[in-house]
């Protein structure tokens, strides 16, 4: 972080501040790099929904170490290069980067309003690609709150299941998969169950490309974080 131009100790002990006053224990762990360079790799990624400066995604480019454009909570983190918060941003300005396909992560903080405002958000994102005939790709992970055990199903998670741009839809078994503390560096294994889900649009926009999003959950494994 002191690396980036006009950036201060000042200016990073606020960051810092900022962030430790939040929810702590997992509100909004990481998602293991692991994960994001296999779907980066095999499928592109250009912004990175839910993030912070403290854990976005870096990969190397030809040789030099490239920050995933990401936003993030805080309007002040633009300074550490975030776009913003996500509910913020303009979708329209992003897709003017003269691409036909753009790839989306969102990790929301498992509180179910931001949830259920971020499966909105990308409704709102894949009508505006639609509008201008844009493969756009999702991926959405979340806690399988899908009313087992009594409950009611949630909400976003109703939304997603039910949803036409639905691709693909993967349980990430309680035990069997792993988040990232990046404030303690060490990976959090969650009892609970995840949800992953893909959506595009490219029956929308004229595509008659077909993804494989079969292993689409790589990277989230023991094997992947603790080798």
Same mark, same amino acid.
């Given at each position: 972080?002191?690396?980036?131009?006009?950036?201060?100790?000042?200016?990073?002990?606020?960051?810092?501040?900022?962030?430790?006053?939040?929810?702590?224990?997992?509100?909004?762990?990481?998602?293991?790099?692991?994960?994001?360079?296999?779907?980066?790799?095999?499928?592109?990624?250009?912004?990175?929904?839910? /993030? *912070?400066?403290?854990?976005?995604?870096? #990969? %190397?480019?030809? $040789?030099?170490?490239?920050?995933?454009?990401?936003?993030? +909570?805080?309007?002040?983190?633009?300074?550490?290069?975030?776009?913003?918060?996500?509910?913020?941003?303009?979708?329209?300005?992003?897709?003017?980067?003269?691409?036909?396909?753009?790839?989306?992560?969102?990790?929301?903080?498992?509180?179910?309003?931001?949830?259920?405002?971020?499966?909105?958000?990308?409704?709102?994102?894949?009508?505006?690609?639609?509008?201008?005939?844009?493969?756009?790709?999702?991926?959405?992970?979340?806690?399988?709150?899908?009313?087992?055990?009594?409950?009611?199903?949630?909400?976003?998670?109703?939304?997603?299941? /039910? *949803?036409?741009?639905?691709?693909?839809? #993967? %349980?990430?078994? $309680?035990?069997?998969?792993?988040?990232?503390?990046?404030? +303690?560096?060490?990976?959090?294994?969650?009892?609970?169950?995840?949800?992953?889900?893909?959506?595009?649009?490219?029956?929308?926009?004229?595509?008659?490309?077909?993804?494989?999003?079969?292993?689409?959950?790589?990277?989230?494994?023991?094997?992947?974080?603790?080798?």
């Amino acid at each position: 972080l002191t690396t980036i131009p006009n950036v201060t100790i000042k200016d990073i002990t606020v960051m810092l501040l900022r962030y430790s006053s939040l929810l702590p224990g997992g509100q909004q762990w990481s998602i293991p790099d692991p994960w994001f360079d296999f779907i980066s790799s095999t499928y592109g990624l250009d912004l990175v929904a839910f /993030s *912070s400066p403290l854990n976005c995604y870096f #990969k %190397i480019d030809n $040789g030099a170490l490239k920050v995933i454009p990401y936003c993030s +909570l805080f309007p002040q983190d633009v300074i550490f290069g975030s776009l913003g918060n996500i509910f913020q941003l303009n979708f329209e300005s992003f897709l003017r980067q003269g691409k036909n396909r753009y790839v989306l992560t969102f990790n929301p903080p498992f509180i179910e309003s931001v949830l259920d405002l971020a499966v909105t958000k990308i409704e709102e994102f894949f009508n505006i690609a639609n509008k201008y005939k844009i493969e756009l790709i999702v991926f959405y992970t979340g806690p399988k709150w899908n009313g087992e055990g009594g409950f009611t199903e949630a909400t976003f998670h109703k939304r997603l299941n /039910s *949803s036409v741009r639905k691709k693909a839809y #993967k %349980i990430l078994l $309680g035990g069997k998969h792993f988040y990232i503390d990046k404030t +303690l560096n060490k990976p959090i294994r969650t009892d609970r169950d995840s949800v992953l889900v893909a959506l595009d649009n490219f029956n929308e926009v004229g595509s008659l490309e077909k993804i494989d999003y079969s292993k689409m959950a790589h990277g989230f494994e023991a094997v992947q974080l603790l080798r």
